[in-house]
């Protein structure tokens, strides 16, 4: 039994590379360790093709035009979408900073700020909040999946539902969702420095879709629509306004947050940054605009009840013309986009970084595609449909997201970029015991959670007024803060981490080394008595000129 067990457990470990320099330890494996120069494959235009899915899909389209149904003029909505595409932008620059230029992602720098064993949490909640975002990237797959194959075969658009109406989910849906989830499986096999041809190709079928749906709806309304001149409805428009951008921050929160997961695989120094800094806005506010002009339009040509979502809009395209072969013809085009958008989609901002996350969780045994697997087992068990439900709710559920995540980030930003000031011991990343500057107390940088509190607790009272759409006016205040949640969390947690880290330096400040290749070769595990002394002899040898990343 106990030398079968070790061997089961030696073939389960995750593949290494072939005369590697590194162990498959508690905090090292391939996809952990900075990027080798070999695997730095991403141009400036690989970036642009990363923020033209990550920016043009259906999460924008419909941010968008839920803004309408929140209360928002067409003309307010748009401002909204510009404002919080900038923001973006620059939030991925200053998080993606450390990709460029230490090769490492997200997993791997929260040990930095939060401490070795402290790093569990963060990218525990990042795995958590992106698990979410894959079930709803991929119940909205599924549902373009029904939609395709319901322009091919009109009675499957019809099909008799035999689930309840109480689990928000059709028999149709849940079809085109299994058969979505066959087409997403093997793009996860693909390595992510392999992934720009792809990301070139759902770009140009989604545009097409996006052009086609505008050309259509303004051409059968006359132009933008009778909505698009209406003023908004919101009781207040100033506040509906900042829950806006706090919506598109909170939505796209989570991918800035790991875009260091992405910049590492940079060949050169800025290539990402012009994209972040033009394609991320561009595309956000270009697609969001396009589905607020469609959603306006298309309320006159079909009448009823705002459409905000580009794939019911199909649905109901092809009803409206009586499944004719041309509108089918249409329909089954235009979902070839937003079926590979939802591919694209899932990919960039959830298989890659999740994956790479969960690797750092148990780094012996999962990589960044056995962790991509096990995220799309707990997206789909916590039954995204019910979240999707309404627009209002799903508003209430992006802006939800940023409540922890804008901490996370404050955080993050602060330290590496104000206390550290880009400085850091890499091999000390993958060091688990009191000889690593990052091991701070027991694994843990206190610092790190009390500033993360801070950005926080002044939030929960209004998250709770919010969902439970509370009229007592002693939430209205809290609600109010909470509207700001992405700007006020992310501020207050910058703003504390800064102050303690100022009255109570942590160790090691200032100190910087390269990664050196050597060192994990041969090492009992990264942090043992023994492991030290290597390292010891290592850096001795190597001094400032040891290789770095490669």
């Known amino acids: 039994m106990g030398p079968k067990w070790e061997q089961l457990k030696e073939r389960l470990q995750v593949p290494k590379d072939e005369n590697s320099y590194y162990e498959n330890t508690r905090w090292c494996n391939r996809d952990l360790i900075p990027m080798p120069a070999e695997r730095r494959t991403w141009g400036i235009w690989g970036y642009f093709g990363y923020w033209t899915v990550s920016g043009s899909c259906i999460s924008a ?67 958590f909040v992106a698990c979410m975002w894959f079930g709803m990237q991929a119940y909205w797959g599924g549902q373009a999946t029904r939609v395709l194959w319901g322009a091919i075969i009109p009675g499957f658009a019809d099909m008799k539902n035999y689930f ?114 033009v394609a991320a806005p561009i595309t956000i506010a270009v ?34 013309y009586g499944s004719s072969p041309r509108s089918r013809a249409g329909v089954f085009f235009a979902s070839i986009g937003l079926v590979s958008s939802q591919l694209a989609i899932s990919v960039v901002l959830n298989s890659v970084s999740t994956g790479m996350d969960m690797a750092g969780l148990w780094p012996k045994y999962i990589n960044i595609r056995r962790g991509s697997y096990i995220m ?106 909470y509207n700001l949640t992405f700007i006020v969390g992310l501020a207050m947690s910058f703003a504390v981490f800064w102050v303690l880290n100022y009255f109570f330096p942590p160790p090691g400040l200032g100190e910087e080394a390269p990664f050196v290749d050597e060192v994990l070769s041969g090492m009992e595990e990264p942090g043992s008595e023994t492991g030290k002394e290597e390292l010891g002899m290592a850096n001795e040898k190597h001094g400032a000129a040891a290789t770095v990343s490669t």
Not at 166 to 178: A, R, Y
Not at 209 to 232: E, R
Not at 422 to 447: P, Q
Request: hydrophobic letters at 50%.
């Open 287 to 320: 697609t969001a605009t396009i589905g607020i002009i469609v959603t306006s339009a298309a309320r006159d040509v079909l009448g009823g009840d705002i459409i905000w979502n580009p794939i019911y809009l199909l649905a109901d395209i092809q009803d409206a």
């Open 61 to 127: 389209w419909s941010t968008g035009s839920t803004l309408l149904a929140f209360g928002l003029s067409p003309q307010q909505a748009i401002g909204v979408v510009i404002v919080g595409g900038v923001l973006t932008g620059l939030l991925a620059v200053g998080c993606g900073w450390m990709g460029e230029n230490h090769h490492i992602g997200f997993t791997v720098s929260s040990r930095f700020s939060w401490g070795m064993q402290g790093s569990y949490f963060p990218v525990v909640l990042r795995v």
């Open 376 to 481: 799309a087992c707990i997206g789909i068990a916590v039954q995204p449909w019910q979240l999707l439900s309404t627009a209002d709710k799903f508003l209430k559920v992006l802006s939800g997201f940023g409540v922890f995540m804008a901490p996370a980030t404050g955080v993050m930003l602060a330290d590496y970029h104000v206390v550290r000031r880009h400085k850091l011991k890499l091999n000390d990343l993958y060091t688990g015991n009191k000889s690593s500057i990052y091991w701070y107390n027991k694994g843990v940088n206190w610092r790190a959670p009390v500033a993360f509190l801070c950005g926080v607790w002044p939030l929960l009272p209004g998250l709770v007024g919010t969902v439970n759409s509370s009229t007592d006016p002693s939430f209205t205040g809290w609600i109010r803060l």
């Open 164 to 277: 309840s109406e109480g689990s928000h989910l059709l028999t149709k849906d849940f079809i085109g969702l299994v058969i979505w989830m066959v087409a997403f499986i093997p793009l996860v096999l693909v390595p992510p420095e392999r992934l720009q041809i792809p990301f070139a190709i759902s770009f140009v079928l989604f545009a097409g879709s996006c052009i086609g749906l505008l050309v259509w709806a303004v051409h059968n309304a006359g132009g933008a629509g009778s909505m698009f001149q209406q003023p908004g409805s919101a009781d207040n428009i100033g506040w509906a306004f900042m829950f806006g951008i706090t919506a598109i921050l909170g939505a796209w929160g989570a991918g800035t947050l790991g875009q260091s997961d992405w910049t590492r695989y940079a060949n050169r120094k800025f290539a990402p940054t012009l994209s972040q800094m």
